[in-house]
């Protein structure tokens, strides 16, 4: 395995870690008390070609690679979650389908919408009945003169209800036995998006229960092949895997940044605490688990590349990274003391917005199913 | 018109810097990046193609330095320049302001520009010079520390930073400007830009190409004899004054000044 990044991949951790630094760490705490949806920084990231990266310049996407792509997660999250998730769930989730199975029409009416982040794209697979077991979708859809007419529900759905929403790509059942991929355009009659939930934490990013009721589409608005739904939405769910994991790392990588930057300034028993050999302990740990992580992750991402079977990897990312998240943001508040119990300090927001990534996209659980899986267990 | 803009590839920010004692230069290794000066040397040129005042035809990104240095010119064209020299030759290393400028100089007067701007400092030497030196070879009038950039009729109204205040200078071209960080808010490279960089020309040249006299540069060529260096002495951590009561706090400060005799 070649670790070299190339140029491009080094400028685009450039660009983004500037970006975040400059753009989004000034406004970070104020969009998370708030609970607003990033507006202004998803705009600029368009006008970045930020919002489409691993998608074809034809598209008017980025035209880089999976490694370039979870970088600039990595980078992002490193800073804030909120933002990182309104990207990640955008490109490998909303956008994904569409790009990897959709017809040349939808391509050509979708992605240079959604690439150039004039629009989001949603991904609608969880459910109130259909969580980690996803194949028991209770949404249905059925042909009726040229429309799909869809029923159902759908439950904790990312980048759904803002105002620049397009679109969701949703789960349904076709058939008895049949599950199939269904583009839903916002604004479609039936198509009721709800409020937004209170969440523990990415409080700046949209999550929000959708409601369908006699919701017609036109039947060219079916995404891949009829029945194939459930493979599409698993491989969908693979290459998200790599976003997510990036994710882990990029926070947990931000969460040591603060805490070394904090345990150096601060001083206890007549020197600064990143003296003491208990902290220092945790700060070597972090790092070396970090590393570790962010390898897995870049691994993932360069199998896919390849075009090779990533699955596995992706998985294990997955697992180790969401975990190491909420690890990492704990020990950085146990550093920070009292200080990291409050919401002036990033650490504080870091740890609320941790748990969820060894949740979303596949709780741990699930991953540990996939990985026991190809093992052969 | 054509305008050269002079780019320097220089340690990152973040690195910390040394002088290594055995070759008594600075220690360049680490990750580098373009000289941020530079990029506002890059804006500026893009800001005057873009208000569309003068009629640029080519930006063009120059540097010196060793292979690694192609990267610096890989940024400035994806902030906007539209292709790249890049001067690089073992004869080169070791050069010193008077060396670096010379060699810089007769890359440009190869390129006949009409203007050609750089940063007012580099990141890691410093010297504030490059621009005065390059100026000189060209004889071309040399601005410093600029901030402010108007076209009119005949040339260029400047306001350069000074020390007691602002100068406004009329110049006019061809010139060399040097530009300080407060002359605009320098733009991201698109991911476009930056995935696009490498079809931008880039022209590597040596020494002979451009006619360089060897004798001139090089640690040989180079009039600065490094004898020891020194850290600059520590300073002390001063002395922090709570403000809870202001009347009180005046008190002190006045108290400490008077302690010391300056007041
Ligand atoms: C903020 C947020 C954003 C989200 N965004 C999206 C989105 O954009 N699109 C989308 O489709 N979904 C989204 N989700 C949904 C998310 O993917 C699901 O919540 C997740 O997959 C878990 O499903 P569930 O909540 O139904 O939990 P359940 O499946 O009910 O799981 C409950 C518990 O049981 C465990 N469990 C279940 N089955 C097994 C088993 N076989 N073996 C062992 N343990 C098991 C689980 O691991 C978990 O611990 C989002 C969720 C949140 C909170
Ligand atoms: C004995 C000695 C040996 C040295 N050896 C080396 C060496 O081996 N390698 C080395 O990198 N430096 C070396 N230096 C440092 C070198 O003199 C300066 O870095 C160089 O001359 C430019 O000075 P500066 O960066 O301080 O320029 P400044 O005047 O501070 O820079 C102003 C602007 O000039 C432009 N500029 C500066 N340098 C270049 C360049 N190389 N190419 C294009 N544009 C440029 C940039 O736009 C910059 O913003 C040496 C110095 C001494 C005294």
Redesign the pocket.
């Known amino acids: 395995m070649n670790l070299d990044l190339t140029d491009e991949q080094q400028a685009v951790r450039r660009l983004v870690r500037e970006f975040a630094q400059q753009e989004v760490r000034p406004v970070a705490e104020e969009l998370d008390r708030t609970k607003s949806f990033p507006y202004e920084i998803v705009r600029k990231l368009g006008e970045l070609g930020l919002m489409g990266i691993p998608y074809p310049e034809d598209y008017g996407g980025g035209g880089a690679d999976s490694l370039s792509y979870a970088i600039a997660i990595e980078e992002l999250a490193r800073v804030d979650s909120s933002v990182a998730i309104t990207v990640a769930a955008h490109t490998s989730l909303g956008t994904w389908p569409i790009y990897a199975f959709g017809s040349d029409e939808q391509k050509a009416e979708w992605l240079p919408r959604l690439c150039s982040g004039e629009q989001l794209a949603a991904f609608g697979l969880t459910e109130p009945e259909a969580g980690s077991d996803a194949g028991n979708t209770r949404t249905r859809a059925r042909s009726e003169n040229g429309h799909w007419v869809i029923n159902g529900a759908k439950q904790f759905i990312t980048n759904a209800g803002t105002d620049i929403s397009g679109c969701v790509t949703i789960t349904a059942r076709t058939g008895d036995d049949e599950i199939s991929n269904i583009l839903v355009p916002n604004g479609t009659p039936g198509y009721e998006v709800g409020e937004a939930y209170r969440k523990m934490g990415w409080n700046a990013s949209d999550t929000r229960p959708l409601a369908f009721e006699d919701c017609r589409v036109p039947e060219a608005n079916l995404v891949g092949r009829r029945g194939h739904g459930f493979r599409q939405f698993l491989q969908t769910l693979d290459g998200g895997r790599i976003g997510v994991s990036a994710m882990g790392v990029g926070l947990a990588q931000g969460a040591l940044d603060e805490a070394l930057e904090y345990a150096r300034e601060r001083s206890a028993f007549g020197q600064p605490i990143s003296k003491f050999q208990a902290i220092q302990a945790k700060l070597a740990d972090l790092s070396t688990e970090i590393e570790a992580a962010r390898l897995l992750t870049y691994k993932a991402a360069l199998e896919k590349d390849a075009g090779k079977s990533f699955s596995l990897s992706a998985a294990q990312a997955k697992l180790k990274t969401g975990r190491l998240a909420v690890r990492a943001s704990e020990e950085a508040v146990q550093i920070h003391g009292g200080y990291g119990y409050i919401e002036e300090y990033p650490v504080c927001r870091f740890y609320r917005d941790a748990k969820i990534l060894t949740i979303g996209e596949g709780t741990d659980e699930v991953q540990q199913m996939v990985i026991a899986r190809a093992l052969g267990a | 018109m054509k305008i050269c803009v ?3 590839e220089v340690p990152d920010a973040a690195v910390e810097k040394r002088m290594d004692p055995n070759t008594k ?1 600075l220690d ?1 290794s680490g990750e580098k990046n373009l ?1 941020p ?2 990029t506002h ?1 890059i804006e500026a040129a893009m800001q005057i193609r873009e208000s569309g005042a003068l009629d640029v035809d080519e930006i063009v990104a ?4 060793p292979a690694s240095a192609f990267r610096a010119l890989h940024k400035a064209v994806s902030l906007g320049a539209d292709r790249s020299i890049h001067l690089t030759d073992e004869a080169l ?5 008077c060396a ?1 400028g010379y060699a ?1 100089a007769r890359v440009l007067e190869a390129e006949s520009p009409d203007l050609v701007l ?5 990141d ?8 005065a030196v390059v100026a000189d070879h060209l004889k071309m009038p040399s601005l410093t520390q600029v901030i402010k950039i108007d076209v009119q009729d005949a040339g260029l109204r400047c306001e350069r930073q000074a020390e007691y205040g602002y100068d406004t200078v009329d110049v006019e071209l061809p010139a060399v400007i ?1 530009v300080g960080d407060a002359i605009n808010e320098p733009r991201y490279p698109s991911l476009k830009a930056i995935m696009g960089a490498k079809k931008k020309p880039l022209d590597t040249r040596s020494t002979g190409d451009v006619g360089i006299d060897a004798g001139q540069v090089g ?1 040989d060529g ?1 009039q ?1 004899q ?1 004898g020891s260096f020194k850290a600059p002495p520590q300073k002390s951590a001063g002395t922090i004054i709570e403000d809870e009561d202001t009347n009180e706090t005046v008190e002190k400060i006045m108290a400490w000044l008077d302690e010391r005799k300056l007041i």
């Open positions: 002079l780019v320097k230069r360049r000289n000066f530079d040397a120059v540097t010196m330095g290393a070791g050069s010193d302001v670096t810089l750089l940063g007012q400092q580099s890691d030497g410093e010297c504030y010079t490059i621009g040097s640690a180079s600065v490094c």
